[in-house]
């Protein structure tokens, strides 16, 4: 982002904020840290999406600032507030979480998982647990007819893992549960063709596949920071 101008990426490329514009979908980009971090800004408004947030405009809006912008908690709060007039709508939102980003200490976190922590990983465990609960109330608040796809930015030292998660997750239907790994590229590709599945009804209609979820609201969360497991229940 910092060494790429906009222009010179997406001017040859489609992605998929433009995509789902076509179909007439209201696409969404919100991110708790600043806009002016790695340049984000100008290539999300690059990427096409109508309407974008960063932590600039949650500014004065009565949330309390952390060390790395403002929480999870407060940026979920932002989304379900601006989404909440947009329910007869197709809705395409990405979304850039911050909270559980090293050095995974929360100012303001009322209900620690581990109140005494004092170690790093003790304090990783407390940050994870708060994201969680973000997430949890933004999929429990969502549309009923809502997918998910979520998924970490980088590994973690904290817990030794060399990998991320990424889960699909739906509302209104099971889907097949797939275990195993997949590369950064499969992902992508992965995203596309589902997504692309939906808008055109083209493709194989395999048992739990996104096809199957009747509206068109799809929510990216990709937490940035450190890989950790989701709660969901």
């Known amino acids: 982002y910092e060494q790429i101008a906009p222009e010179d990426i997406y001017t040859y490329t489609e992605p998929l904020a433009q995509k789902d514009q076509k179909k007439g979908f209201s696409t969404f980009f919100y991110h708790n840290y600043l806009g002016t971090f790695f340049n984000r800004r100008p290539h999300v408004t690059g990427q096409g999406y109508e309407n974008i947030f960063f932590s600039e405009e949650m500014d004065n809006l009565g949330y309390q600032e952390e060390l790395w912008g403002y929480s999870d908690k407060d940026l979920t709060d932002f ?27 929360l100012l ?3 209900e620690p998982l581990l109140p005494n922590a004092k170690e790093p990983v003790e304090n990783y465990y407390n940050a994870i ?13 969502s549309p ?15 817990i030794s893992a060399n990998s991320v998660p990424f889960i699909i997750y739906s509302k209104q239907k099971r889907l097949s549960a797939q275990g195993g790994k ?9 995203i596309h063709a589902q997504v692309e ?35 969901l229940s």
């Open 197 to 231: 599945n939906k808008l055109t009804g083209r493709g194989p209609a395999a048992r739990g596949t996104v096809r199957k979820i009747r509206r068109h609201n799809f929510y990216f969360w990709r937490h940035f920071g450190q890989n950790h497991a989701y709660v």
């Open 144 to 158: 009923e007819d809502s997918l998910f796809f979520i998924f970490g930015d980088h590994d973690s030292e904290q």
């Open 79 to 105: 989304i379900l507030k601006k989404q909440k007039g947009q329910s007869d709508k197709a809705l395409f939102t990405y979304i850039i979480t911050v909270s559980s980003h090293a050095d995974f200490i």
């Open 129 to 141: 647990n708060f994201v969680d609960k973000a997430l949890k109330k933004l999929i429990t608040e």
């Open 182 to 190: 997949i590369t950064t590229d499969q992902m992508i590709a992965l």
């Open 108 to 110: 303001h976190n009322p």
